[in-house]
T-cell receptor, first 114, second 112 residues
Framework: SAVISQKPSRDICQRGTSLTIQCQVD?????MFWYRQQPGQSLTLIAT?????????ESGFVIDKFPISRPNLTFSTLTVSNMSPEDSSIYLC???????????FGAGSRLTVL | QKEVEQNSGPLSVPEGAIASLNCTYS??????FFWYRQYSGKSPELIMF????GDKEDGRFTAQLNKASQYVSLLIRDSQPSDSATYLC????????????FGQGTELSVKP
């Protein structure tokens, strides 16, 4: 299955700032998915990123807050904008792995907003 | 009703016992079901997937699916302390255009 590298692995940020998370895959993939996992919670899909088109956002997530780039088939970024403590979460990049709809996840980016 | 619900944990079992993890889902049209394991501080990793009614076995793990009851479970036989983790049920639901919805997870603790 694909190998996913995410960075930063963790960061501590100040309220009102923005942080960009990078996701690099070792093979070309059509779709990349960004998930959020808040403390003690399960995974919530933020958006699906396709190369060459705008990302598709889930209900409750907007492009102004979570802009996504997908410049090629192996790379994507998620920016968390104008951060507040409520944005403190783990953000995970994922791609389809060995089979359709079988997701492989990156190691995640643990974000703490003070 | 949540789209995917799991029995609340934590679930504690002794080493060598069978751990039973349960999951129900609301979208009757769902066709694909997944179990992920997530160790503390780590990202989820796939254990099994199941598409058809019945049982699917892989080593010590058995996934069971009952579409009529909208129920999927994961049995772990001969539980080991290394199985201690949070287990996430995920369902591919078409209610919202075909996306993977995760349950809240069940924390399993296997006591030596």
């Amino acid at each position: 299955s694909a190998v996913i590298s995410q960075k930063p692995s963790r960061d501590i940020c100040q309220r009102g700032t923005s942080l960009t998370i990078q996701c690099q895959v070792d093979s070309q993939v059509t779709m990349m998915f960004w998930y959020r996992q808040q403390p003690g919670q399960s995974l919530t899909l933020i958006a699906t990123a396709n190369q060459g088109s705008e990302a598709t956002y889930e209900s409750g997530f907007v492009i102004d807050k979570f802009p996504i780039s997908r410049p090629n088939l192996t790379f994507s970024t998620l920016t968390v904008s104008n951060m507040s403590p409520e944005d403190s979460s783990i953000y995970l990049c994922s791609v389809e792995g060995t089979g359709a709809n079988v997701l492989t996840f990156g190691a995640g980016s643990r974000l703490t907003v003070l | 009703q949540k789209e995917v619900e799991q029995n609340s944990g934590p679930l504690s079992v002794p080493e060598g016992a069978i751990a039973s993890l349960n999951c129900t889902y609301s979208d009757r049209g769902s066709q694909s079901f997944f179990w992920y394991r997530q160790y503390s501080g780590k990202s989820p990793e796939l254990i099994m997937f199941i598409y058809s009614n019945g049982d699917k076995e892989d080593g010590r793990f058995t996934a069971q699916l009952n579409k009529a009851s909208q129920y999927v479970s994961l049995l772990i036989r001969d539980s080991q302390p290394s199985d201690s983790a949070t287990y996430l049920c995920a369902v591919l639901t078409y209610n919202q255009g075909g996306k993977l919805i995760f349950g809240q997870g069940t924390e399993l603790s296997v006591k030596p």
